[in-house]
């Protein structure tokens, strides 16, 4: 019984700090999207991708004919001549690392609106800012290279086709 008073003695005791809501500016900064989930997701999205890429780097710089390279291929050229599924390479190697570079940006930006900053009347300013998280920045820059690879690639047979 003792013991309860006193508890309740140094609750009432206690201080309680003051909360002043006027001092917090308006403020609204969220990420749209997870960075653990976007960074999990972006890993898949780049997968096939950079299996892809690998195949080929090692088919024809190394000229290493091994089975699972040949199925590879042979899987690129069935997409491509079935007349139903033909858009599925492009989808496959351009736009899963592009919904990969969405997601993670959005994932590590931040978006801070204050009204009246620094004492000045009607100053208004509008911030983003971005969160340093290094497997949403890493997956970000594979995908870019990606895309960059595939465009290159693209531009470049183009044009021996057309020399």
Known sequence: MKEDEEFLKKMENLNVPEVNPTGHPNRVKMAIMNADRSAALGFWLVAVPCYFLACVFMYYFFNRQVSWFGAMFKLAE??????????????????????????????????????????????????????IKTWNILLILISMAIVFTFIAYTMTENISIRS
């Open 78 to 131: 069935g997409l491509d001549k079935t007349p139903g599924i033909d858009f599925m390479a492009p989808i496959v190697l351009v736009v899963l690392p592009i919904v990969c570079i969405i997601i993670n940006a959005l994932a590590i930006t931040h978006v801070h609106y204050e009204k009246g900053i620094s004492g000045k009347p009607g100053a208004k300013e509008f911030i983003i800012s971005i969160k």
